[in-house]
């Protein structure tokens, strides 16, 4: 079963504006992390922000913001004032500790175009 | 951050030869390395995780006589692809996970594998 599920394979966003990247997580481990990756084109794979499930407050990291949801089990990416570097790869991840060993289980992706 | 280096960068063999890709952790210690695989467009697939000083433990319907893994020190893992065949073509990342504080994983940029 998957994990992790993105829903949006692709986005459109206007420069400047704000974009939320949907991600819902299945687990019934009740510690966890919840990571938000960046995937340009040349492939390497940029940590954005992290949520663990204990954290009371949602994660922020510059014009990344985390909307975490723990009742529905949702941990959406928010990027406010948009980039045309934004334009990427965007992947959810989950951890569940300590039986996977810290690997990662991704979602599908999605594919984020900021337009001028 | 903590960095990850990854050599090849990129690499084309012929069908029927095994290629090795290195993967270091250059400013920290790592016991536990692991191995993903994206296809084109695809997510990435967690293949084995690799702990320094014992035997990879894969993923289910992974080869582990085609993909080995060596993770001869703490700061050295490699994978190497034997007897490469056209659908092993693909681009491998590796990380590496911080055990003194954060457990965070820090990925490498990917090597890029063509096999002709």
């Known amino acids: 079963a998957q994990k992790i599920t993105q829903t949006q394979p692709g986005m459109f966003v206007q420069e400047k504006e704000a974009v939320t990247l949907d991600c819902t997580y299945d687990?019934?481990?009740?510690?966890?992390?919840l990571f938000w990756y960046k995937q340009p084109s040349s492939g390497e794979m940029i940590f954005l922000i992290y949520q663990g499930s204990y954290d009371q407050q949602n994660a922020t990291e510059g014009r990344y913001s985390l909307n975490f949801q723990k009742a529905r089990k949702s941990a959406n990416l928010v990027i406010s004032a948009s980039q045309l570097g934004d334009s990427a790869m965007y992947f959810c991840?989950?951890?569940?500790?300590?039986?996977?060993?810290?690997?990662?289980?991704f979602g599908k992706g999605t594919s984020l175009l900021v337009t001028p | 951050g903590a960095v990850v280096s990854q050599h090849p960068s990129w690499v084309i063999c012929k069908s029927g030869t095994s290629v090795k890709i290195e993967c270091r952790s250059l400013d920290f210690q790592a016991t536990t390395m692991f191995w993903y695989r994206q296809f084109p467009k695809q997510s990435l697939m967690l293949m084995a995780t690799s702990n320094e000083g014992s035997k990879a433990t894969y993923e289910q319907g992974v080869e582990k006589d085609k993909f080995l893994i060596n993770h001869a020190s703490l700061t050295l893992s490699t994978l190497t692809v034997t007897s490469a065949h056209p659908e092993d073509s693909s681009f491998y990342i590796c990380?590496?996970?911080?055990?003194?504080?954060?457990?965070?994983?820090?990925f490498g940029p990917g090597t890029r594998l063509t096999v002709t």
């Open positions: 990380s590496a996970l911080e055990t003194s504080g954060t457990y965070e994983q820090y």
């Open positions: 687990t019934s481990d009740p510690s966890y992390g």
């Open positions: 991840a989950m951890r569940e500790k300590p039986y996977s060993g810290y690997a990662l289980n």
